[in-house]
């Protein structure tokens, strides 16, 4: 035996909990849902590791998760993530809080956890050893919460561990064996449905068992360590859970003649660092157990937890300033955006795609699926712009509208971009919704002189709305709704995302965005089709017409007046149109990004950190295949001609005026008329030649 002044006092480095706002969260909702006026104590569960950085004493986590009853107990996150049973307490009065024996509810806890070390139980589930309870007291009207966390530890008057001797894991075992043991170690936690914080090491074999199987070894006179997984990695003093797990060795193992027993107890640290395993910090200490009964006269309990003044006093939290839902849901909705800045895509800018003001010309189909993706991706900022209102038939396919929505008729605001904008707020009430009721002037649709003043103020509303917003998404129903803005937007140069279905087919592009320069935007006269297309380059969606928009809806029955697609292609040319822009707003160039086609390489095209910037997406159901063409901007495009725009800002709504009255002119402004006649009177001599050669 040493002597008394070569022994070291074991000192217990105790747990310190960490709480999540997200738990307050959940504890308001339980006991407002739940628990109501039932103060009973009730299951709560924590979470600790072995894996946290150097120079953190043991920290026991809270979050939202503890209250559920459902927690996998495999293994949470990592393998090393250790779930702690416990109990909570919520008071109905500060009172009842204030006046609770503290000191009774305590032994009571410590009671149970030696009752457990007496019987099998803990033998069974060493986990048991590790317990704790907390008592709350919630104020939810203001959103202050007062705590107190106890962890409950067995002392024994008058009896005291000691530590002998301290070794380093890795100078105790050599590198081979500590290698086996860690492979021993991950094979004997595939043994359990829930991880096991306590273990034994069979000193002769190295093979790791349970507490159970190491205590029957040592009574059998075998060399065995006990080991735990100690969540303390601040010093060279083991963590709290090590004092249960004494006093289940100093009943449960074999007496001798002497007062005292020497144990070798393992402090196992597990860390991963760099990539790398580690287990450099784990430690083995001899420790001097002293011999106790079943019929031990007093036990002691301690372990409430010391506030921020290391008082044995309660902890208060004021939850005020972001226990509100909607500031909660505002952190909630960028997790998933934030996460991809941790491993997938670092360089990700979430700031730029948050602050973009987004336009939303159609509030059916394609606009309620735009806005919600938009919502996913943390935009703040989102205008509906619609004339029609909710019918029965549009709730089904029209994903922010509800049967309520279509009840009311013409005696109830029920617009689809009001609807659209007050929905989504249902969603997230931190976005900044409108909704716009406003009719959308169109070529061929004639503005007689009784509704012309409506219609100039709708074009002034139109052009306000979209120098406002930075990007504009053409999602209406007819072509001819499509061209005022396009004109504007070119104009002004914003970026536009247009969005159009067929059937089973669907278009979605970006309109290219002219610099303001002439001479800069001049379309160069030899262009190959294999080479990328610069921005102010890039057809819009009238480029590849010969004829101008007129009123497409003058002849259409009813099944040409509804948009009849397959239900599931709005959601995917959506998510596309949302998925471009954000691409386009992770390029360097923003909306002047040059484009890719089909042709090329895309393992040679690094555009973004989010992937290519395509000028065209086009998809086909039918065949379930995909093209990327893209194509130079015509020069007498009856939308995004330089002619046109030239127009436009010269004459304003006159030039305007004339095109909604008749669609023809735009030809005649950009030479398409010329153009066809010429085409017209070739294709005559080409078929008067051969009519001569016929004849001879």
Not at 47 to 52: A, E, Y
């Amino acid at each position: 035996m040493q002597s008394e002044n070569e022994k070291d006092l074991i000192k217990f480095v105790p747990f310190n909990s960490c709480i999540n706002p997200s738990f307050w969260f959940e504890l308001n909702k339980v006991k407002l849902d739940d628990y109501m006026l039932n103060d009973d104590f009730k299951d709560l569960k924590g979470f600790c590791s072995t894996c946290s950085s150097n120079n953190l004493p043991p920290i026991l986590n809270f979050d939202y998760s503890s209250f559920k009853k459902n927690v996998d107990k495999t293994k949470i996150g990592h393998e090393n993530v250790i779930i702690v049973e416990g109990q909570i307490k919520i008071f109905n009065t500060i009172n009842e809080f204030n006046l609770l024996d503290k000191n009774k509810l305590i032994d009571e806890f410590g009671q149970t956890i030696w009752n457990d070390i007496k019987s099998t139980k803990a033998l069974d589930d060493p986990n048991r050893l590790n317990r704790f309870c907390l008592i709350v007291f919630a104020n939810l009207k203001n959103y202050v919460f007062h705590y107190w966390f106890a962890f409950p530890a067995l002392t024994f008057p008058l009896k005291s561990y000691y530590q002998l001797r301290k070794t380093k894991f890795l100078d105790y075992f050599s590198i081979e064996q500590s290698e086996l043991i860690l492979e021993n170690m991950d094979r004997f936690q595939l043994n359990f449905k829930s991880h096991q914080s306590f273990f034994a090491i069979n000193s002769e074999t190295l093979e790791v068992f349970s507490v159970r199987e190491g205590v029957n070894l040592h009574n059998c006179g075998k060399k065995v360590l006990f080991g735990l997984y100690d969540p303390n990695s601040q010093s060279n003093h083991p963590g709290w859970p090590l004092r249960n797990y004494l006093a289940l060795l100093a009943l449960k193992c074999k007496k001798t003649e002497y007062e005292t027993r020497n144990f070798e107890i393992v402090l196992f640290r597990d860390r991963y660092h760099g990539g790398e395993r580690k287990s450099n910090l784990s430690l083995i200490i001899e420790v001097e157990i002293f011999n106790i009964s079943e019929n031990e006269e007093k036990i002691n309990t301690i372990g409430w937890e010391r506030n921020e003044k290391s008082q044995l006093h309660p902890r208060i939290v004021n939850m005020s300033g972001s226990m509100n839902t909607e500031k909660l849901a505002e952190s909630a909705v960028s997790l998933n955006l934030k996460l991809m800045k941790w491993r997938i895509a670092p360089d990700i800018n979430l700031e730029i795609i948050r602050n973009q003001r987004c336009l939303l010309l159609g509030s059916g189909t394609l606009g309620c699926n735009v806005a919600r993706c938009l919502m996913a991706w943390g935009v703040e900022h989102i205008t509906f712009v619609d004339n029609s209102k909710v019918s029965y038939s549009n709730p089904v396919r029209q994903s922010l509208f509800v049967f309520q929505d279509s009840i009311g008729g013409e005696s109830k605001e029920n617009h689809k971009s009001i609807k659209a904008a007050e929905n989504l707020k249902l969603i997230y009430p931190g976005v900044n919704a409108n909704g716009i009721v406003l009719s959308i002037p169109m070529p061929g649709h004639y503005v007689g002189e009784n509704i012309r003043s409506k219609v100039k103020n709708d074009v002034k509303q139109l052009e306000k709305l979209i120098k406002e917003h930075d990007c504009i998404f053409l999602l209406m129903d007819t072509r001819e709704s499509r061209w005022l803005p396009t004109v504007i937007s070119a104009s002004e140069k914003k970026l536009v995302i247009n969005s159009a279905l067929g059937f089973d087919s669907y278009l979605v592009m970006r309109h290219g965005v002219k610099t303001g320069d002439i001479e800069k935007d001049k379309l160069p006269t030899n262009f190959h089709p294999d080479q990328k297309i610069s921005s102010n380059h890039l057809g819009c969606y009238f480029c590849n017409d010969i004829v101008a928009p007129g009123n497409s809806t003058i002849d259409r029955t009813l099944d040409q007046q509804c948009t009849v697609s397959r239900p599931g292609l709005s959601m995917i040319a959506s998510a596309l149109a949302v998925e471009l822009f954000a691409n386009v707003m992770q390029h360097p160039l923003r909306q002047y990004v040059p484009s890719i086609c089909s042709n090329h390489k895309l393992d040679d095209t690094k555009e973004s950190c989010l992937g290519i910037v395509p000028h065209q997406i086009r998809g086909y159901l039918h065949s379930f295949s995909m093209i990327l063409p893209a194509s130079q901007a015509f020069d007498k495009c009856t939308a995004c001609s330089i002619e046109i725009l030239e127009t436009y800002k010269r004459e304003g709504f006159d030039f305007l005026i004339k095109v909604f009255n008749d669609p023809n002119y735009l030809e005649d402004v950009t030479g398409l008329k010329e153009l066809k006649a010429a085409l017209d009177e070739a294709e005559f001599d080409l078929v008067s030649g051969l009519s001569d050669s016929d004849d001879s």
